[in-house]
């Protein structure tokens, strides 16, 4: 038997390359969810733009029903992580993906006129946003391009699009909240509880994860 000195130490773990199916769907996935979440953006904007200030209660009519299946396609994350298709972490892509599912599928959804609100309008800012950098930063870096403009905002727009969304959704659910106990839907104000408590723990923990992510990215941009 070869002793330690003479042993052959282990080959390095060499990556596969991506399949190239897989590729091309992700590219694919990502444009598409790019261009949706900046049309969501350019409304809010266009209704401000021509609108003023005060035009909060205008942006629902152009933005509800569309960012509600816009942000269900994200579903497809979930699944992506599930299957394998990405290295996402499978439970911090589902808390994300489940909140702002309790907005769209329930609060929303069932109480549409707490929509009318200046919260709504920062909510799918900070949403839009941060979709649009995100998808477009992936998308891009698949096809092997990566602007330092995009690689930035991805990971470093979150300080203070984060906290945005966060107050803006908790705004949400609150007055889905009150609508439900004048409307006597006990289920649904408790269901809304139950996520708005789930944010005590999830907001820290993808924050951290946000964190980490930067650190480490950084990191290895200062190294190459």
Known sequence: MADA???????????????AWKRYYLIFYNAVSALLWSVVWGRVVGVYALRGLGAYTLVPSVTLEFT??????????????LLGIVRAPLFTTAM????????????TYFYPTVAYSPWYSSMLLA????????????ALTLADYQPYPIFWMRY???YILYPIGISSELAMMYFAFLKAREQGDDLIAIGLVAIAVAYIPGS??????????RKKVMRSQKTE
Do not use: C, D
Request: charged share 15%; hydrophobic share 45%; aromatic share 14%.
């Open 96 to 107: 994300q993906v489940g909140s702002r599912f309790g907005i769209v599928w329930v609060a």
């Open 204 to 213: 820290p923990i993808l924050y951290n994860h946000m964190r980490k992510q």
């Open 5 to 19: 000195a003479t042993a052959k130490a282990p080959a390095p773990k060499v990556s596969k390359p991506m399949p």
């Open 156 to 158: 470093s727009g979150f």
């Open 127 to 138: 949403w839009s946003t941060t979709e649009v950098v995100r998808y477009l930063f992936f």
């Open 68 to 81: 509600k299946w816009t942000q269900t396609l994200a579903a497809m994350e979930i699944l992506h992580s």
